[in-house]
């Protein structure tokens, strides 16, 4: 890693519409790393901001009757007090329409003009002669040239799901008034973005982060890419260095706004923002598994082309589902953060540790309200809060403090065990790992204090009950400051119980190695309450509600963006072996040949496969799947079969393995 300070940010909300549970799959676990990085000792500056500009802006404050900037500000506003409430601490949070925003923007587009990398186009582009404009994005629906299903201007949005350049939609029509519009000439700009292949298949080798973001990233670009249109017709945006009529995509402003916003921390804080994006940066990007692509490519090569630092790392989560369907506001499956948890008295620590803790990151994550409630009290309240509140309640009863002796050696070990744990997972971005090393180290607690009894010890042997009890006391401050990037309030509530008075924050976590003075402590009070059946199943019928009222009106088809699709890699592959897996029916281990390399993979297609049959066939393979250990052996893809004889998908002609499937 670079002696770089750590730039953390995220990626930002757009300005729309309110924060649900979804935008909290990114900003916790960032302000989670975050907090982690600064409590080791790390200098780290956390900066984010909303995103203002695009269509669906314009189209949403026009509904409203009201501006696009007073929207903005709205929702801008929304987000930064609900990132608060939820202890997502940034340094800076800013907006993409603001001056410094634009001024940058502007520069860096200038910046690529000047290095080549811009160059102007004529397309023929949607204008409605009623409304006397061009068309761009979601003001116009037609059809899509490619499968000719209804489509809207920038996405098939219910059909192929592909990206829609300006003056590509067919038979389009004004969607303000419904005229038919005609196409016309209109000048555009395109990033050269084709002339960065090489040197983002060199740069994504290296690119740090989660695997996901760097393997979706190395399909595109190993296949082809294009040159992309960064302007639009708009009056809402950042304008086009010399061009009234046209604004800058909005995919090239709303990055550009983590330098702008930089800039604007940076100059309040008496710092040099280019020791951040300049040069050798320290840069780390948390975003959405669904904006890969712009983060990995489009990006990087932007700022390759205008000469500022690149990104360090990526980190990008997996989606997120309500009750086991696919999250969908238009459905009803959706948990707005303010009106249906934090309105409601709900703990923000309770929905962080559930977040973080529920599967790794860029696993796809499941929102249910039972479940919640069974992590909750059986991990925070019978596991952590039981310990830290027994332990506590028995010092002040038959010490009235913290004992003045030492703590046993063999505890600290227990402490550095965690200690390391939670090390190596953060390195790997993998969160729910140094959440569980936490927790392991609370049920050692619970485990230690139940095993010694010092209730009962007490009654014997005084001494031997205070060491006890001392052991203890130094597990929980451990917990304490292990925990306090997790659950902020709860971890302070801790530190303060255990008779301090200032900031957790402020302490190193290597400070659980250090014991503790013997000092009174206050009565205690139970840190963890339970929820009670009666509450979840008040939030369990509010949430079925929904989705009823939301099934009653007409929804479109459950389709995925062409994004979503290319974020499947699946190639040709060529059966070299194929043997049965010891103890299992079902399995078959493959040999399968994929061009430029070689994948072990198991497959259940045994019970209708003779495993002499199969060397030599054509495949198709899905490879960008994560590795799975399946019967003790290593699996590294999946083979794709249809209906229930697993009837192998095949193609039609002679096809080299490795070909990659479109």
Known sequence: MSDQPLLVTCGLPYTNGPCHIGHLRTYVPADFYVRYMRRIGTD?????????????????????????????????????????RMAVSFDHFGMTDDPANHDRTKKIVTELIQNGYVYSKVVQQSFCVKCRRFLPDRYVEGICPHCGTPARGDECDQGCGRHLEPGEIQEPACTVCGTRAEFRDQEHYFFKLSEFQDYLLNYLDQLKGTLNARNYALGWVRDELHDWCITRTLDWGVKFPGRDDLVVYVWVDAPIGYISFTEEWAEKAGKDWRKYWCGDSNVT?????????????????????????????????????????????????????????????????????????????????????????????????????????????????????????????????????????????????????????????AAFGNNYIQTNAPWKLIKSDRDAAMQVIRNCLTIVKALALLTEPVMPQKAQSIWEALGNSDAISGHLINEALTGLEGHLLPSPQPLFEKLDDKLIAELDALLTKRV???????????????????????????????????????????????????????????????????????????????????????????????????????????????????
């Open 285 to 441: 990007h948390f975003i959405g598994g669904d904006i890969i692509y712009h983060h990995c490519i489009f990006w990087p090569a932007l700022l390759k082309g205008s000469g500022y630092g690149i990104p360090h790392a990526v980190v990008a989560s997996g989606m997120v589902k309500v009750d086991d369907h696919k999250f969908s506001k238009s459905r009803g499956y959706v948990v707005w953060t303010n009106d249906d948890y934090l309105d409601r008295g709900l703990s923000p620590d309770y929905l962080r540790y559930y977040l973080l803790s529920y599967t790794n990151h860029t696993k796809e994550l499941n929102f249910s309200w039972k479940m919640y409630q069974e992590r909750v009290n059986n991990e925070l309240v019978n596991t952590l809060g039981n310990f830290v509140y027994r332990t506590l309640f028995f010092a002040h009863k038959e010490f009235g403090g913290i004992p003045a002796i030492p703590t046993d050696e063999a505890i600290f070990d227990e402490i550095k065990k965690s200690l390391n744990g939670i090390d190596s997972a953060m390195k790997e971005y993998e969160f729910k790992g140094a959440v569980d090393s936490m927790m392991a180290l």
């Open 548 to 662: 009823e009222e939301a099934s009653r009106k007409p929804v479109k088809q459950d389709i995925i963006s062409i994004e979503d699709f290319s974020r499947i890699e699946m190639r040709i592959g060529r059966v070299i072996s194929a043997e049965p897996v010891p103890k299992s029916k079902k399995l078959l281990k493959l040999q399968v040949d994929l061009g430029s390399e070689k994948r072990q993979i198991v497959s259940g297609i045994a019970q209708f496969y003779n495993p002499g049959d199969l060397p030599g066939k054509l495949v198709v393979v899905l490879t960008n799947l994560a590795p799975a250990t399946i019967f003790g052996i290593e699996s590294n893809g999946m083979i794709l079969a249809a209906g229930d004889s697993a009837s192998l998908l095949v193609p039609l002609s002679g096809v080299e393995p490795g070909t990659k499937i479109r």
């Open 44 to 84: 780290v500056v956390f900066i984010c901001g909303s995103d203002n500009h695009g269509t669906p802006v314009v189209v949403s404050a026009e509904e409203a009757g009201i501006s696009p900037r007073e929207l903005c500000e709205r929702y801008h506003q929304h987000f930064d007090q609900t990132f608060k």
